[in-house]
């Protein structure tokens, strides 16, 4: 499953509009239950680094703040090892242009997002955030990851 949060700040229970005034600490993420038999950590870091820029401090294209912050949330060391392990490859390889800003932290202070929030793509597809930067990404996700959808 794939629920839309807040983690990562010091307030209990933050709104949407809370985090996106940027005085909570929260970042926006994704809280991802998986089944490793089924998928691994390891592919789900390859769709995190694929499917935004890590390279781009506190923000994603348009979207300014802290709470746009390119972080993972690790639940155990085992994840965090993967994920900085990863990080450092992508770093040495050079894979961007530009430097790695990816935090990585452990999970603290996470709360669901409002329901509105919960499918909000295909919810509003017509919305002009979702034409304009949701969709290119689905699109392209759905390109590069195809074999592995079901």
Request: hydrophobic fraction near 30%; charge should be negative; glycine fraction near 6%.
């Amino acid at each position: 499953s794939v629920v839309p949060g807040y983690a990562g700040g010091h307030k209990a229970d933050p709104t949407y509009k809370e985090v996106c005034g940027g005085q909570t600490g929260h970042a926006e993420v994704a809280q991802v239950v998986f089944d490793p038999s089924v998928v691994s950590y390891d592919e789900l870091l390859e769709v995190f680094w694929f499917v935004h820029d890590p390279t781009q401090l506190n923000r994603q294209g348009n979207d300014i703040g802290t709470q746009y912050r390119s972080v993972i949330f690790y639940h155990n060391e085992a994840q965090k090892n993967a994920a900085s392990k990863y990080l450092k490859q992508l770093n040495d390889e050079k894979v961007w242009d530009a430097p790695i800003v990816t935090q990585i932290n452990p999970i603290n202070n996470y709360f669901e997002a409002e329901d509105y929030h919960h499918d909000y793509y295909e919810n509003n597809p017509g919305n002009p955030y979702c034409q304009s930067v949701v969709r290119p990404k689905v699109e392209k996700f759905r390109k590069v990851f195809a074999d592995r959808l079901n």
